[in-house]
């Protein structure tokens, strides 16, 4: 049996006036998706477990079958997994951010989205003055890179440094066992920042320096049951995103690049249907997650999120579908990570609506997907890690 699990990222929404008191996906034209639903089983599960941020990383690895409350660490392991860089056990991976500052207030959390080649002198600088026997730095993508660290520190409040842009670093610093030793690398890092060949050039460009390493997002080395242990499935990951991808690999499921996914509203829609659908000619699973839709709400574009979801229907969907009807035996998952509100332009820990049809799978009587019919539909799933084990019959689809 194949199976695909389709993922518009953030897109279930509120009702909202400008669309005549309609969610974006009903006011989309999803025929595909509305397929789905008609076609199978409708409801709503919980991705974000209580009391756990809201991020697509929490929410993807719910939706991937893996308790976020036992097996999240935070983003630091996962993004170091997608790098191919490992995590001893008993250390610590935190997200190692280069950042502009001025005059102790943080001005850029990218750095001015610093180039690879920049961002690679500056990670050499700080590998060789900063590091020790407890102690690496790790080049990653830009302004993303990583710190690993010997000790158990997720026991500290770091703070996003998207989060506080113009506010003073001072009050922002981590908080808890083992701050200082983090505050210290921290502060130590605008030593080894300030005068490097690197930040000279980029002044004289009028560009910002990377003049300080920004520690947050920290988790211990993260072990994760491998796909085919777990659901005796092996596959692929389409995504334009470093997190989701890393999730992938630390499962044991193969990153699919897809040229020209870009993770924005731009994306390549069809080459990721494409991917999907020669993946599952080949394996038993793939995971395909489109970032767009999540992007427009964040940006409060209620015309992109409709279109991002019709693109995501025509182009996605629609190819997965009519490939699998095709080929015999399937069961196919449409479902969003977490939902990200026009309203509030963030994202909100509220169950998801899903639909899914296929083998086994009891039809609903739904008429379209979206939040209300979910909300209507048969299933009121709490724990949402649990829907990847009924879909991959690991356990028996709820009566
Ligand atoms: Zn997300």
């Known amino acids: 049996m194949k199976i695909a699990v389709l993922v518009p990222d953030g897109a279930a929404d509120l009702p909202l006036d400008q669309l005549d008191g309609k969610t974006p996906l009903e006011a989309a034209n999803i025929p595909n998706t509305d397929r789905v639903a008609v076609l199978g089983a409708t409801g709503t599960a919980r991705m974000v ?19 976020p409350s036992e097996h999240y660490g935070g983003r630091g392991p996962i993004e170091a997994a997608n790098l ?12 190692c951010n280069l950042v502009a500052t001025d005059s102790g207030r943080m001005l850029d959390y990218s750095a001015g989205h610093i180039g690879q080649q920049e961002a690679g002198e500056v990670m050499a600088a700080l590998e060789e003055k900063l590091a020790d026997e407890q102690t690496r730095f790790h080049q990653g993508k830009s302004y993303r890179n990583i710190m690993l660290i010997e000790g158990d520190y997720s026991g500290l409040e770091c703070t996003a440094p998207h989060d506080i842009t113009g506010e003073p670093l001072e009050g922002n610093m981590p908080e808890g066992p083992g701050s200082e030793r983090i505050i210290e690398l921290m502060k130590r890092s605008r030593d080894v920042l300030r005068g490097l060949d690197v930040n000279e050039r980029l002044a004289a460009a009028g560009r910002p320096k990377a003049d300080m390493i920004w520690l947050w997002g920290q988790g211990v080395s993260m072990e994760l049951e491998s796909y085919k242990e777990r659901f005796g499935l092996s596959g692929g990951v389409i995504s334009a995103v470093d997190l989701v991808n890393g999730l992938g690999r630390l499962m044991g499921l193969r990153p699919i690049e897809v040229q020209g996914a870009t993770g924005f509203l731009d994306t390549n829609y069809a080459g990721k249907g494409q ?10 699973f793939v995971y395909v997650h489109v970032e767009a839709p999540d992007e427009a709400s964040h940006i409060g574009g209620i015309e992109e999120k409709v279109k991002a979801l019709e693109r995501f229907d025509s182009f996605v969907v629609k190819p997965v579908l009519d490939f699998l009807f095709e080929q015999g035996d399937f069961r196919l998952l449409v479902c969003p990570d977490h939902p990200t509100l026009i309203s509030t332009l963030t994202h909100d820990a509220s169950p998801v609506p899903f639909a899914a049809c296929g083998v086994g799978i009891p039809e609903g009587g739904s008429t379209s997907f979206s939040e209300a019919e979910a909300r209507e539909g048969r299933f009121r799933i709490e724990q949402g890690w649990r829907l990847m084990s009924y879909l991959s019959g690991k356990s028996p689809w709820p009566a």
């Open 84 to 95: 191919g860089i490992s995590v001893p056990s008993g250390w610590t991976a935190f997200r």
């Open 275 to 284: 991917a999907a659908v020669e993946a599952l000619s080949g394996d038993d």
């Open 49 to 67: 477990p209580a009391g756990m941020p809201a991020g697509s990383d929490v929410a993807n690895l719910s939706l991937f079958g893996y308790d």
